[in-house]
């Protein structure tokens, strides 16, 4: 206990590589799907759950798991690039899982960032979120300064969906999506940290020594709005997949 917040243990998992990571974390999904084939999923975008996206669709293709009754919610999106973008998530989703197997389209929910009113689409998220029942399971990356969803350092632990500024860092890191860093938007809207930890059961993947000191701070068991992982530790089932770190 710290004060009175009560702290868990976080489970890590080490992969012997990135498609073994990829695997295991598929095989989340699998399962979870084949226990509650009507469940709420929240994805995750980014490098690193592409394997993972690959996998759940050799899975799909191969008759393992059906998404014909999942929900998915996405973490976060860019403000101001639509929705076509080759850089967003819609179309990253789209890309890397949605075109490949049978979800329904009205059951696939991303945050609106490129609307007339980004704060009314904030809440609107939590309302679709809470009325979907809550998410089951929930896929996270995270970033070289432990941002979650894009929830950068400082981020109040109790915040909700919500319009976030991106931190120099991270724009930098995602200049590869984009021509020029002039073109990485400034902004986002993502899932707070306080609707991520509602949600039932996480796994985090992580791959890559350029998450070294993000693996050691999470392991470190600091809980810390400096770096929005840690709040992770005050969650009861969070699995940690991990490769090329240690
Ligand atoms: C993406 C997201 C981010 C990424 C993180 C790591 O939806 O929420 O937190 O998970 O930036 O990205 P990669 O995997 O590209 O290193």
């Known amino acids: 206990m710290i004060g009175d917040i009560k702290m868990t243990s976080l489970k890590f998992i080490k992969a012997e590589n990135y498609e073994e990571l990829s695997k295991i974390g598929a095989a989340f999904f699998v399962q979870q799907l084949n226990e ?37 919610f996405n973490l976060d999106e860019y403000t101001g690039i639509t929705e076509d973008n080759a850089a967003s998530y819609h179309h990253y989703m789209a890309e890397n899982l949605f075109k490949h197997v049978n979800i329904q389209a009205s059951n696939i929910n991303l945050p609106k960032g490129n609307v007339a009113d980004p704060e009314a689409s904030t809440v609107a998220y939590e309302a679709l979120i809470a009325q979907a029942g809550g998410i ?41 999506y984009f021509d020029k860093l002039e073109d990485v938007p400034t902004h986002a809207i993502t899932m ?51 490769t090329d770190i240690d």
Do not use: C, W
Request: aromatic share 6%; net charge neutral; hydrophobic share 35%.
């Open 136 to 176: 089951d399971l929930q896929l996270l990356g995270i970033g070289v300064n432990g941002h979650i969803g894009f929830n950068e350092p400082h981020t109040p632990f109790t915040a909700t969906t919500t319009i976030i500024e991106l931190t120099p860092s991270t724009r930098e890191a995602n200049q590869i």
């Open 36 to 72: 509650k084939p009507a469940s709420v999923l929240g994805l995750a975008t980014g490098g690193t759950p592409e394997g993972l996206y690959k996998q759940l669709v050799t899975s799909y293709k191969q008759g393992e798991v059906s998404f014909e009754n999942a929900v998915t």
């Open 192 to 242: 707070g940290i306080k609707t991520i930890l509602n949600a039932k059961k996480i796994v985090l993947v992580m791959s890559g020594e350029s998450k070294r000191k993000a693996f050691e701070q999470l392991r470190s068991g600091k809980v810390s709005e400096d770096f929005p992982a840690s709040a992770l530790h005050l969650h009861e089932d969070v699995t940690v997949i991990y």
